[in-house]
């Protein structure tokens, strides 16, 4: 294993305590329909940027798809953007831990020039991948990665995809919402490390 049990209790305290105080911004904000507005967002860029952060989740997403496949025996397929520097740490992690593992981004857009690529990296066409981003939410980042693997670069999936935080409630969703993005296909698993009900998402002038 990556790391033991005990040490994913421990970085999980660290990384629910660094998201609540610099991952997640409260105030006012513009939404993305016309006329409505958020009161609070998630910004984990403000992590995924930051050293320490970035290897505890490395750590742990590598202990829990461990924990879902049995092996390291995939490759990993990043959503852009959030999910390059998670599709870059991990391989690194794994090495420090003598498994070898690849990784690669899917585009938002296809590149109108030169190759012409929908990835960037390289991509082993008999390894299946595991899906990677920062956030599971109403977007279609993670669809969008899955659909280009599956039907432009032709590839076997893992069905599984994880996540730092996937935007859900475990008591106010059904047991299907809990499990998977609505917009990705109905047998892939998402995997997540933390979902809305392990932060304080009130408004504290409230």
Same mark, same amino acid.
């Given at each position: 294993?990556?790391?033991?049990?005990?040490?994913?209790?421990?970085?999980?305290?660290?990384?629910?305590?660094?998201?609540?105080?610099?991952?997640?911004?409260?105030?006012?904000?513009?939404?993305k329909l016309p006329g409505t507005t958020?009161?609070?967002? &998630?910004?984990?860029?403000?992590?995924?940027?930051?050293?320490? &952060? *970035?290897?505890?989740?490395?750590?742990?997403?590598?202990?829990? %798809?461990?924990?879902?496949?049995?092996? &390291?025996? &995939?490759? =990993?397929?990043?959503?852009?953007?959030?999910?390059?520097?998670?599709?870059?740490?991990?391989?690194?992690?794994?090495?420090?831990?003598? =498994?070898? *593992?690849?990784?690669?981004?899917?585009?938002?857009?296809?590149?109108?020039?030169?190759?012409?690529?929908?990835? #960037?990296?390289?991509?082993?066409?008999?390894?299946?991948?595991?899906?990677?981003?920062? %956030?599971?939410?109403?977007?279609?980042? %993670?669809?969008?990665?899955?659909?280009?693997?599956?039907?432009?670069?032709? =590839?076997?999936?893992?069905?599984?995809?994880?996540? %730092?935080?996937?935007?859900?409630?475990? #008591?106010?969703?059904? #047991?299907?919402?809990?499990?998977?993005?609505?917009?990705?296909p109905e047998d892939v698993k998402v995997?997540? *490390?933390?979902?809305?009900?392990?932060?304080?998402?009130?408004?504290?002038?409230?």
């Amino acid at each position: 294993m990556i790391i033991s049990d005990k040490q994913y209790q421990h970085y999980e305290k660290i990384m629910r305590n660094f998201i609540q105080e610099h991952c997640i911004v409260k105030k006012t904000m513009p939404g993305k329909l016309p006329g409505t507005t958020y009161t609070w967002m &998630f910004y984990l860029r403000n992590g995924l940027f930051n050293a320490d &952060f *970035l290897q505890y989740a490395s750590e742990m997403m590598l202990y829990r %798809l461990y924990e879902e496949i049995g092996s &390291f025996k &995939f490759q =990993i397929c990043g959503a852009e953007t959030a999910g390059t520097p998670l599709a870059a740490s991990l391989p690194l992690i794994a090495k420090m831990n003598n =498994i070898q *593992l690849g990784s690669f981004v899917v585009r938002k857009e296809q590149k109108k020039y030169g190759l012409m690529n929908w990835h #960037e990296g390289m991509v082993f066409k008999d390894i299946p991948y595991v899906l990677i981003d920062d %956030l599971c939410n109403s977007s279609m980042s %993670l669809k969008h990665a899955d659909d280009i693997c599956r039907n432009k670069l032709m =590839i076997p999936s893992t069905n599984v995809a994880i996540v %730092l935080v996937n935007k859900v409630n475990k #008591e106010i969703h059904s #047991e299907k919402r809990t499990k998977t993005d609505m917009y990705l296909p109905e047998d892939v698993k998402v995997i997540s *490390l933390f979902d809305l009900d392990s932060f304080d998402l009130s408004n504290p002038s409230h």
